[in-house]
């Protein structure tokens, strides 16, 4: 497979956090997925998708770990070079990955840097509210565009204990709500609201100048976001509510193996035309 990039007629306008502020401010939705290898980046990016995250859900879906917290940001990089050389348009934000940031403003920048140099991402993510405001401001005053992110934290989950819905009463709802203005005020160019309550995705929504991109938040946010391998039913076991499957890859596939496997073993591939 080539690994040109397309260009002359075919190129079409890139996707910048401008982009992603303008379409909240015509009240067009953005659209966002993840993607973590440059095949799959190729074709996300040619169906028109605005935003790709090289999210950390990287940990379960390519490493097959449980949680997001054993990735390093080694991998992420990796991941991240791999997605970029397979996007044209979108705009390609990759995630800090869990101890790459938390221990201070510093620490965090030079993980952004190391990301945003060494993949060619245009943007990092990093989650957390309040705790977290000044590291996004260091990031964001060295040229680096921070998303954050809200609500169900991954890589809080040993704090949580659950994935459960997050934010459902009113002292959790209202801290969530003030995190998310002081991201704003950080510097944040969008926030991803996670699995929360449809009504205080919206109030967060109408409460920020920025855009918000939801999963498992509703339909008032700005704009949504699913793993990729879960939205084309790669994964059979897993079955939130919020995910709506518009593929079933998870089956599909195994039944083109299997026949591939049939037709060795019965001789059928390959047939004449199939050989030189
Ligand atoms: O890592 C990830 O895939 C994410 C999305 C679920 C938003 O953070």
Redesign the pocket.
Same mark, same amino acid.
């Given at each position: 497979m080539s690994t040109q990039k397309k260009s002359g007629p075919e190129a079409f306008k890139k996707v910048t956090t401008l982009t992603l502020a303008e379409l909240k401010h015509s009240g067009v939705r953005i659209s966002m997925l #993840?993607a973590y290898d440059y095949t799959f980046a190729r074709l996300v990016d040619s169906a028109g998708v605005d935003v790709i995250?090289v999210?950390?859900?990287a940990s379960n879906v390519m490493a097959g770990h449980e949680t #997001?917290l054993p990735i390093t940001l080694d991998q992420m990089i990796y991941h991240a070079s791999s997605v970029v050389r397979g996007v044209n348009r979108a705009l390609v934000v990759v995630?800090l990955p869990f101890g790459s940031y938390q221990g201070n403003p510093k620490e965090a920048l030079n993980s952004s840097i190391r990301i945003m140099k060494e993949s060619g991402g245009h943007a990092v993510k990093l989650e957390g509210g309040i705790e977290v405001a000044s590291t996004v401001a260091r990031i964001v005053q060295s040229g680096i565009p921070v998303m954050g992110?809200l609500g169900l934290t991954p890589q809080s989950i040993y704090q949580f204990g659950t994935y459960a819905v997050r934010a459902k009463e009113e002292l959790e709802a209202t801290r969530l709500l003030e995190d998310a203005l002081a991201l704003q005020e950080a510097g944040c160019f969008a926030l991803?609201l996670?699995k929360i309550p449809a009504a205080l995705a919206a109030k967060v929504t109408a409460s920020l100048r920025i855009p918000t991109i939801g999963?498992g938040a509703g339909g008032d946010v700005d704009g949504q976001?699913l793993?990729l391998h879960d939205m084309l039913g790669m994964n059979t076991e897993f079955n939130p509510r919020f995910l709506r499957r518009y593929a079933q890859l998870g089956t599909l596939i195994p039944e083109a193996i299997r026949q591939y496997v049939s037709d060795v073993r019965d001789q059928k591939f390959p047939n004449d035309q199939e050989r030189y």
């Open positions: #993840t995250l999210g950390d859900s #997001t995630d992110h991803v996670e999963i976001v793993v």
